[in-house]
C-alpha cells in the first residue's frame, strides 16, 4: 500500500491521526498533515484505509 | 470477505440523498464486503459532491466546481451502485420498505438508510426576490459567486458558522459587507462569549461592518431586487445582495406519512435505526448519544462520515452504538478552528495553551465539573492533542445531581 497526502486540501482536522497513529502526524505550526511512512505495513492497512475514509477533506489517497 | 460473514445481511440496500454521509454509507459498505445490490436516490443533478468548500475556495473562486466533487466517475463506477439522480423520494412504505419518488419510481430494499440532510432555511416572502441567496448547494454557491463583485454592498444575515465564513469569505474578495443577526458576535451560540469576542474583532479588524444584537424582520426590495435588509430597530442596511445563513431545516417532508418519528430530525435509537431496516445518517439523523444520554443532531462534515461508517457496519450486524466526539472546523481569513466535542453556552473556558491576544490558543470547555468540548485557534494538532481529556468525561458516569 502506497500513501499519498495533499497538503494543499488538508484541513488540519487531525482526523487521519487518531484513525493511524503510526502513519499520519501533524505539523506543530498549522495541524497539516505529516506522513510519516508512505509504504505502511499491512497491519496496519485497516487503520489507514480509516483514516482515509475520514478525512473531511480527501486529503489522502491509497494506491493498493 | 467470505458469503458467510454476509449471511444476514439485507439483499438490497437503498441509500435516499446522494452526498457526503450517503456516499460514505456505501463505500463503507463495499468496503466491508458487502455484494448486494446497491441504489442510491438523490434529487440533485450532481454527481455527490462536498459542501465545506462551497462557502470557502468555491466561493472565493479559488477552486473550479469540479473540484468539489467527491469521487470521480471512476470510483464511483467501481462502487457497483445504482446512481439515480435528479429524482427525489416523496414518500416512504415502511411495511414494503418502498420509496416512491416524484418522478414515479417504486424503489425496493431490505434496508433503506435516510441520508437527505437538511435545508436553507429562508426568509418568508423572499422566494422570488433577485439578489437574495442561501447557500446550500453547489448550484448556491455558484449563483451566489455569479452575484458577487468588489465594491458590491453585501449583507449577511445570520451570524453562525456558515454566515461568519461567507462575510470573510467575500470581504476578502473586496466586498463591502455587513454581517447582522440577533446574537452579540459572531459564532456566539457556537463557542460562546470568550472566543466570539475574539472573532468579532477579527472581522471588524479586516473590514467587516458588525450590526449584531438585533433581530432581522425583513428584506426591502425595489422592481423584482433585494434593496436592503431591515431590523427589529426599523433600521434598514442597504444591499445589492443578501445572504440568508440563518440555519437549515432537516429534509423530511417526504417522510411525514410514514409513520417514523420525526422531530427535528429522523429520531433514532442509538444504533441509528429509526426502526428495524431503516437508518438514519448525517445531517438528517437525530439519534441517541449514551455517551451524553440525550438525542443529538449534528450538522457537521466529520459526523457526516463517521456515521455513513457506523450505519454501514449496523447494516452488517456490528451492533455497536454511535457515541463520537464531534468535530467541526472553520475557516475565516487566515484563523482556523477546530472544535472537539460539545461547548455549552454555560460552560467554563480557560485558555491551556497559547494566549489569546496572539490570536493562537486552545480554550478548553467544562460544564458540571467535566471537560466536554476543546476549541484550537491556529493550533490544530494541540487541539486534537486535548480530545481524550473530553472522551473521559463522556466516559464518567453522569453526576448525580
Ligand atoms: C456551505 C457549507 C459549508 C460547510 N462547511 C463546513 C465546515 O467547514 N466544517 C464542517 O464540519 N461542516 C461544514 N458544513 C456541513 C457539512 O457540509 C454537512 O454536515 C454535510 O454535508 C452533511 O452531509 P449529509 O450527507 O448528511 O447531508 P447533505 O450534504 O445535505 O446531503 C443530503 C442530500 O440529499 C438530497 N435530498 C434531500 N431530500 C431528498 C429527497 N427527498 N430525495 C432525494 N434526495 C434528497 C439533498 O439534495 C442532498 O444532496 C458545511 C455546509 C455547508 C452547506
Ligand atoms: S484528516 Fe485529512 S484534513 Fe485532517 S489532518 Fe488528516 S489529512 Fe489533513
Known amino acids: ?23 499520519f ?3 506543530e ?13 499491512a497491519e496496519l492497512a485497516e487503520d489507514v484505509r480509516n483514516a482515509a475514509a475520514v478525512c473531511p477533506a480527501l486529503a489522502i489517497r491509497l494506491e493498493e | 470477505m467470505s458469503i458467510d460473514d454476509d449471511a444476514g445481511a439485507p439483499a438490497r440496500v437503498l441509500v435516499v ?4 454521509s450517503g456516499l460514505t454509507t456505501v463505500e463503507t459498505l463495499r468496503r466491508k464486503g458487502y455484494e448486494g445490490r446497491i441504489t442510491v436516490l438523490g434529487d ?23 473540484r468539489a466533487a467527491l469521487r470521480t466517475q471512476e470510483v464511483l463506477s467501481a462502487l457497483d451502485a445504482e446512481f439515480v439522480l435528479g429524482d427525489q423520494a416523496v ?5 414494503s420498505r418502498g420509496v416512491r419518488t416524484e418522478s414515479g419510481r417504486e424503489l425496493r430494499a431490505d434496508a433503506i438508510v435516510i441520508a437527505t440532510g437538511v435545508r436553507a432555511r429562508r426568509l418568508p416572502g423572499s422566494e422570488d426576490l433577485a439578489g437574495v441567496h442561501v447557500l446550500r448547494t453547489l448550484d448556491d454557491a455558484l449563483a451566489l459567486r455569479a452575484g458577487l463583485s468588489a465594491g458590491t454592498r453585501l449583507v449577511v444575515v445570520g451570524e453562525g458558522v456558515l454566515g461568519s465564513e461567507i462575510a ?7 466586498l463591502d459587507v455587513t454581517l447582522t443577526g440577533p446574537l452579540s458576535a459572531p459564532m456566539a451560540l457556537q463557542v460562546g462569549p470568550l472566543v466570539s469576542g475574539v472573532l468579532a474583532d477579527l472581522h471588524t479588524e479586516r473590514g467587516v461592518e458588525l450590526r449584531l444584537g438585533n433581530g432581522v424582520v425583513g428584506l426591502t426590495a425595489g422592481g423584482g431586487r433585494v434593496t436592503g435588509v431591515r431590523l427589529a430597530t426599523g433600521e434598514v442596511l442597504p444591499a445589492d445582495a443578501v445572504v440568508v445563513a440563518i440555519g437549515a431545516t432537516p429534509a423530511t417532508e417526504w417522510l411525514a406519512d410514514s409513520g417514523l418519528e420525526i422531530d427535528n430530525g429522523v429520531v433514532c435509537d442509538s444504533h441509528c435505526r429509526a426502526e428495524e431496516g431503516i437508518y438514519a445518517v448525517g445531517d438528517v439523523a437525530r439519534w441517541y448519544h449514551e455517551g451524553l444520554g440525550r438525542l443529538v443532531r449534528l450538522e457537521n462534515r466529520t459526523n457526516a462520515t463517521e456515521q455513513a461508517m457506523a450505519v454501514a457496519g449496523e447494516i452488517l450486524g456490528a451492533d455497536r452504538p454511535y457515541a463520537p466526539v464531534p468535530y467541526f472546523w472553520t475557516d475565516q481569513y487566515d484563523a482556523k478552528l477546530q472544535v472537539h466535542g460539545f461547548l455549552p453556552p454555560d460552560a467554563e473556558v480557560d485558555v491551556v495553551e497559547g494566549d489569546l491576544t496572539a490570536r493562537r490558543f486552545v480554550a478548553r470547555y467544562r460544564s458540571k465539573g467535566r471537560v466536554t ?13 486535548r480530545r481524550q481529556e473530553i472522551v473521559d468525561g463522556l466516559d464518567a458516569p453522569a453526576p448525580t445531581h
Not at chain 1, 13 to 20: D, K, P
Not at chain 2, 17 to 20: H, I, K, M, Q
Not at chain 2, 373 to 385: E, F, I, S, T, Y
Open chain 1, 25 to 27: 502526524d501533524q505539523r
Open chain 1, 29 to 41: 505550526d498549522d495541524g497539516i498533515v505529516v506522513l510519516l511512512d508512505e509504504n505502511p505495513p
Open chain 2, 91 to 95: 414518500a416512504l412504505d415502511r411495511a
Open chain 2, 17 to 20: 440523498g446522494a452526498s457526503a
Open chain 1, 1 to 23: 500500500m502506497k500513501v499519498v497526502v495533499d497538503e494543499e486540501k488538508c484541513v488540519a482536522a487531525g482526523q487521519c491521526v487518531a484513525a493511524a497513529m503510526d502513519v
Open chain 2, 44 to 66: 440533485e443533478p450532481h454527481a455527490p459532491y462536498d459542501r465545506p468548500p462551497l462557502s470557502k475556495q468555491v466561493l472565493s473562486g479559488a477552486w473550479e466546481p469540479e
Open chain 2, 373 to 385: 468540548g476543546v476549541l484550537g485557534w491556529n493550533m490544530p494538532k494541540q487541539a486534537r492533542m
Open chain 2, 168 to 174: 470573510a469569505t467575500a470581504r476578502t474578495l473586496g
